[in-house]
Every structure is written in C-alpha cells, then in structure tokens.
T-cell receptor
Framework: DAGVTQSPTHLIKTRGQHVTLRCSPISGHKSVSWYQQVLGQGPQFIFQ???????GRGNFPDRFSARQFPNYSSELNVNALLLGDSALYLC??????????FGPGTRLTVT | QQQVKQSPQSLIVQKGGISIINCAYE??????FPWYQQFPGKGPALLIA?????SEKKEGRFTISFNKSAKQFSLHIMDSQPGDSATYFC?????????????FGKGTLLTVNP
C-alpha cells in the first residue's frame, strides 16, 4: 500500500506570500493531521480533520487554515508568510484510532 | 509549557549495546504513548506504542517500559545497530473522542558506532 504522500517536496516563498501544501492519506484512512517541525525540535500539532470536519486545532495563528476533501485528501494554507514559518510541514493519517502515519513532509523556506 | 520531557538530547552507543531514551509527562489525561524514529530528510516513522494499562511492550529489538505512577516511559533498543542511528521522539495523546493530537518530546539524536 502507498504511504502518505505530500506535495510539493520543497518550496521557497517570500515573506508576505501565501502557500498551499497538499496531502493524500493512506487508502482507507479518514483522518488527516498537520504538524509543523522546526529544525531540531519535535513536531507541533496544527490541525486534525476527521471525515472532513475539524477535530482539533493547535496553538497557531489564524494565518494557518486547512480543509479536507471528500476523498480525504487535505490542504494546509498559510497566509502572510513570516520568516518563522520556515519549517518541515508534516501530514499524518489515521484509520480510526490514534496510530498516526507520517508522510515525508514539505520543506518550506521563507526568505 | 512542555508537556512531554525527553532525555537525553543525544546518545552515543556502541554496536551491540543497549540504547535507552526516557520521557516524562505531566498530563494524566494522556492515554496513548508512541515512539517515532526519524531519519534526516524523512518524516517520522511509528516504531512502537503503548497504552497506560500495560507496563511493558516488546516488538523485536524495541521495548517500551511504562511507569504510570511515576508518569514516565522509556524506549529500550537492544543490540543497537549503526542503522538505528536516527532521531527518536516520544509522544503522547489525550484521551477522549476522535482528537488524535500528539504532543511530542524534543527528540534524542542516537548515534550507534560500528
């Protein structure tokens, strides 16, 4: 079975721009979560969606938003990018329990 | 507020030795405790996980020991190999509902020397 896929792999943006990151969960998984991982730190929870509904939101500003589509894929949007948004953005999918399987991530660099 | 404290930050072990990484938590509502392994440039991979009603779980060379009263859990890697060199993260999930938010420790960089 294919694992979690994320696109793009790498992205370079300028401060103030907007970015959209995409995630496709493992087939049969209905929950998608997004995490931000700054270099040298553990992942920080941003959002969780289950059956297209938001089930959790982490301590991130309103510039961060997400949605889940009928096919369970998901998008993470970040507006008005700041230098501090530079990080590895990880998507994780779950079937119906707490076991979460992460994708390879999208490396975002804001200049 | 760091809810999951992980130690040590880095660890060097000889091939064939035992690697031990420790985590402590504060929130007694946590009910699921996974360990992840992350190689440079990759996403974290789920290694092994435990629930608080069990004191130990073993999968191959990896063992989780869990002490509910002390609010501590640890990962033991037996017969450590150079291929185990990676960053390891402990994590914890709150009980209840379908909110799967994981709170991660800061990670331990493990180096296994040949």
């Amino acid at each position: 079975d294919a694992g979690v896929t994320q696109s793009p792999t790498h992205l370079i943006k300028t401060r103030g721009q907007h970015v959209t990151l995409r995630c496709s969960p493992i087939s049969g998984h209905k929950s998608v979560s997004w995490y931000q991982q700054v270099l040298g730190q553990g992942p920080q929870f941003i959002f969780q969606y289950y059956e297209k509904e938001e089930r959790g939101r982490g301590n991130f500003p309103d510039r961060f938003s997400a949605r889940q589509f009928p096919n369970y894929s998901s998008e993470l949007n970040v507006n008005a990018l700041l230098l501090g948004d530079s990080a590895l953005y990880l998507c994780a999918s779950s079937r119906a329990g707490p076991e979460q399987y992460f994708g390879p991530g999208t490396r975002l660099t804001v200049t | 507020q760091q809810q999951v404290k992980q130690s040590p930050q880095s660890l060097i072990v000889q091939k064939g030795g035992i690697s031990i990484i420790n985590c402590a938590y504060e929130n007694t509502a946590f009910d699921y405790f996974p360990w992840y392994q992350q190689f440079p440039g990759k996403g974290p991979a789920l290694l092994i996980a435990i629930r608080p009603d069990v004191s130990e779980k073993k999968e191959g060379r990896f063992t989780i020991s869990f002490n509910k009263s002390a609010k501590q859990f640890s990962l033991h890697i037996m017969d450590s190999q150079p291929g185990d060199s990676a960053t390891y993260f402990c994590a914890a999930k709150n009980s209840g509902g379908s909110n799967y938010k994981l709170t991660f420790g800061k990670g331990t960089l493990l180096t296994v020397n040949p």
